[in-house]
């Protein structure tokens, strides 16, 4: 099974989106607020809830209140498949290659309950 993405809404969706779609169509990358996915506002532990229950890697620029939420969920016994918080002050094509590279070359169970920051 191929790395599947979900873009939180905090993050560029438009930019990070149609970015990844550019370099492989393939990318399985979503975002909140699109139609399917959850609603735009939806509370991070639902999120994290959703990211686990459609084996998805979340992307965030959230890192204030998520890594709390991301403890909490842990702690009660569920687990995500990865969370990647997108560092301030870089591009659009940094965060780009990054995600590429991680989609490339890594499994989605590589990154289970794992955060990163990224690039």
Same mark, same amino acid.
């Given at each position: 099974?191929?790395?599947?993405?979900?873009?939180?809404?905090?993050?560029?969706?438009?930019?990070?989106?149609?970015?990844?779609?550019?370099?492989?169509?393939?990318?399985? #990358?979503?975002?909140?607020?699109?139609?399917?996915?959850?609603?735009?506002?939806?509370?991070?532990?639902?999120?994290?809830?959703?990211?686990?229950?459609?084996?998805?890697?979340?992307?965030?620029?959230?890192?204030?209140?998520?890594?709390?939420? #991301?403890?909490?969920?842990?702690?009660?016994?569920?687990?995500?498949?990865?969370?990647?918080?997108?560092?301030?002050?870089?591009?659009?094509?940094?965060?780009?290659?990054?995600?590429?590279?991680?989609?490339?070359?890594?499994?989605?169970?590589?990154?289970?309950?794992?955060?990163?920051?990224?690039?």
């Amino acid at each position: 099974m191929p790395i599947r993405f979900l873009i939180d809404e905090n993050a560029w969706r438009e930019a990070l989106i149609e970015g990844l779609k550019r370099i492989d169509p393939s990318i399985d #990358a979503v975002h909140i607020g699109d139609q399917g996915v959850l609603p735009n506002r939806t509370p991070d532990p639902v999120i994290l809830r959703y990211c686990e229950l459609e084996q998805r890697i979340l992307i965030t620029r959230d890192v204030t209140t998520m890594p709390g939420f #991301a403890r909490d969920h842990l702690q009660a016994g569920h687990h995500h498949w990865g969370i990647f918080y997108l560092r301030r002050h870089r591009t659009i094509g940094e965060y780009l290659d990054v995600l590429n590279l991680i989609w490339g070359a890594s499994e989605p169970d590589e990154w289970i309950d794992r955060e990163e920051y990224i690039p």
